[in-house]
């Protein structure tokens, strides 16, 4: 997993002594001000000037040596990417109504309404509306997602259906979920940069109990051609966000998967998935 804040950084960067480690806390103190932004302390600087310091001071870590260059250069991008996508999932959630609609996808509807109840994580779940729609039915829910706005609605949503789910805005290096503690985890368009994509999914298989089940449903690589003829079928355009077939495999490898598919879907979820788009759907099952 990627470090948290600047002590962990120096804790575990390669190379790096004392006072370099100052440097480096500091490195990443400023990093983290973009995912933590507002939250700690407040930057008086625009998000470019934040940007150009950042880069002066890693540049210095790596004139120095203090750090491999593409352990550096994950972390940076991760943090930054981080707190870019956060800036987007905000204001798109603070838009009036719900961006994918208040009715849970319905992949996810139909393979959860099969299993029985126990103990769910949504990660990435937005505004909520699977983490709320799995609450109806009797599970117990936790859910994550970065945007603040997003858990503003997904409390919103729960609070209208009469139900309870504890949803955290973060990332999943700042949940404490304990090992094997969750029968279902349901990953629905929760599409992940590349520098945490495979670390990600490994830890979710960790997080499953023995018999668990994962659920997922994400854009697959060839969307990109749908999202270019119907932009308002939505999902990313960078490729390196979709899914191919062969990415899941390899990410839940020690699954048994019951069910893998790359499929066109006509997607009706609020105003930001309407049309027809290119989905994988997978299921899988974790051993007892
Ligand atoms: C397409 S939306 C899907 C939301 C929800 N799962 C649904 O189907 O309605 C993608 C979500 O991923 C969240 N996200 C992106 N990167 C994340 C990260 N590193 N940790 C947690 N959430 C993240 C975004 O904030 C956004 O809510």
Not at 99 to 119: C, S, T, V, W
């Amino acid at each position: 997993m990627l470090p948290k804040n600047g002590a962990e950084a120096a804790a575990v960067a390669p190379k790096a002594d004392f006072p370099k480690k100052l440097l480096l806390s500091f490195l990443f103190f400023m990093t983290n001000s973009f995912s933590y932004h507002g939250k700690y302390i407040e930057f008086t600087l625009y998000q470019q000037e934040k940007c150009k310091i950042v880069g002066v001071c890693l540049k210095q870590c790596l004139v120095h040596q203090m750090l491999h260059y593409d352990y550096t250069r994950k972390c940076i991008f991760t943090l930054i990417n981080r707190s870019l996508m956060k800036e987007f999932w905000d204001k798109r959630y603070s838009e009036e109504g719900f961006a994918y609609g208040e009715q849970p996808n319905m992949f996810f509807k139909n393979q959860l309404d099969k299993i029985d109840p126990g103990r769910i994580l949504l990660p990435a779940d937005g505004e909520g509306r699977n983490g709320v729609y799995a609450a109806t039915q009797g599970w117990d829910v936790n859910a994550f997602d970065i945007s603040s706005s997003g858990k503003q609605k997904a409390d919103e949503l729960a609070k209208t259906q009469g139900v309870k789910i504890d949803f955290e805005v973060g990332t999943l290096e700042e949940m404490n979920y304990a090992p094997e503690s969750f029968d279902v985890i349901a990953l629905i368009f929760a599409h992940f940069p590349l520098t945490i994509k495979e670390t990600y999914h490994k830890e979710f298989l960790k997080l499953l109990k023995p018999g668990g089940i994962i659920i997922f449903e994400a854009f697959s690589k060839d969307h990109l051609e749908y999202n270019a003829k119907h932009p308002e079928v939505g999902g990313p355009k960078n490729i390196d966000l979709l899914y191919s077939a062969e990415e899941l495999e390899d990410y839940f490898d020690i699954l048994e998967a019951q069910m893998i598919i790359k499929t066109e879907a006509k997607l009706s979820e609020g105003q930001y998935h309407k049309g027809l788009g290119s989905v994988l759907r997978y299921i899988g099952k974790k051993a007892q």
